[in-house]
């Protein structure tokens, strides 16, 4: 009964071991993946019309240089004002990937309608670095996509859009004197709200020689000073 069994053994074996030859069969045991490394500033700044001479990323697999392996892949328009990428991918034999991504501000220096950086200040709350965007209407007029600058849609509500809609829109005319004045009511925002918790702007300048805005804004009765900073090169 012994021998009978340990002939019956030795098929099943051999066809588990031929089953584990096949599913391995090209396969790398150990697999090794690759590193990436942006050279050169992570966030770049270029102003409309010129370009930027990609520096590229350093790639390592298994302490060799692969760096010619990197895809690179771009969305920069550099003739119009927006915040794009150049984004970098590398794969190892097996087909596992590394990426990586670099942020390119493409900025207007002579123009109003540009990118800015929001700071708001309501109360005890005070917030920093909130990406604006002033676009122009064609009609001596301008978007400003967030008259709180930011301080809903990046402090105080970080993270819900665009599930909700946290930019107070609105559009304005700069007077020959450099006020601001409001040209349209506050667009639907927050949770789909009419426009009433921001009721509009209590008065705003803008400053040429910093290319500064400075708006008072009247936050549901409470003052918020909501100041825009161009991003510049």
């Given at each position: 009964?012994?021998?009978?069994?340990?002939?019956?053994?030795?098929?099943?074996?051999?066809?588990a071991?031929?089953?584990?030859d096949k599913s391995t069969e090209g396969l790398t045991r150990i697999t090794y993946y690759p590193t990436l490394e942006i050279l050169g500033e992570q966030t770049v700044i270029v102003n409309v019309g010129e370009t930027y001479a990609d520096e590229g990323c350093y790639a390592e697999l298994n302490g060799e240089?692969?760096?010619?392996?990197?895809?690179?892949?771009?969305?920069?328009?550099?003739?119009k004002v927006g915040v794009y990428s150049i984004s970098y991918?590398?794969?190892?034999?097996?087909?596992?990937?590394t990426t990586a991504s670099r942020t390119v501000y493409v900025v207007d220096p002579d123009n109003i309608a540009t990118l800015y950086w929001g700071e708001s200040m309501a109360g005890t709350r005070h917030y920093y670095d909130a990406l604006i965007y002033i676009t122009d209407n064609g009609d001596g007029t301008y978007h400003l996509d967030d008259l709180m600058g930011g301080f809903q849609f990046a402090g105080l509500n970080p993270g819900f859009e665009p599930t909700y809609d946290f930019h107070a829109e609105v559009d304005f005319a700069l007077n020959a004197d450099n006020t601001v004045t409001l040209t349209s009511e506050v667009g639907s925002w927050y949770f789909g709200d009419s426009g009433d918790v921001v009721l509009g702007l209590t008065s705003g300048s803008y400053d040429p020689?910093?290319?500064?805005?400075?708006?008072n804004v009247d936050y549901g009765g409470t003052p918020m000073t909501v100041i825009l900073r161009a991003i510049s090169k």
């Open positions: 009964m012994k021998k009978i069994l340990a002939y019956l053994l030795v098929p099943v074996l051999a066809v071991l031929w089953s584990c240089d692969v760096s010619s392996e990197v895809q690179t892949s771009s969305n920069v328009d550099y003739n991918i590398i794969y190892n034999a097996d087909g596992f990937s020689a910093t290319r500064t805005f400075t708006l």
